[in-house]
């Protein structure tokens, strides 16, 4: 089973832009259990959410030829907290990208009423590396296990909602 923690994707610019959703909900087993009786969405999983809509842009770049595993979080800095029924809106951009790694810069946000940007919520940097690049000669199985079905399916979201992928 593979944890999704985004739920669409509303944008993907190739090699520049991705915005993705994720609905926050009591649905949800985690809420639960972080803090019992006081709800609120870990700071890991919304870092999780933004490496994969940042995954995503990466991997896409390169018609998900490689194998784009999260290498590094170069910063998070969470602003507010995060609660059921809160929407947040991933926005990751490609800072740099190479046969080796891509770096990128996003922003989680909380919607408002009427403004879907809403609130800062949250600042996260993270460093992409191209597994089948590595130095070490490791050889790793020949389909894509990173990109599977589900990541595929959330990207026909795009079209789905009316959106065209750039």
Known sequence: MRWMWIDRFEKLVSGTEAVAIKNVSMAEEHLHDHFPGFPVMPASLIIEGMAQTAGVLVGEANQFKE???????????????????DQLRHVAKIISLDASFGRTEGKTWRAK????FGELVAEIDLMFYHLDQNMSGQKFPEENFVFTDQFHQLLRSIELNGESKE
Do not use: E
Not at 76 to 84: G, I, K, L, R
Not at 113 to 116: F, L, M, R, S, V
């Open 67 to 85: 194998k784009v595993i999260l290498g590094k979080v170069s910063k998070a800095t969470f602003h507010h907290d995060v609660y059921p029924g």
């Open 113 to 116: 009423a009427g403004d879907p």
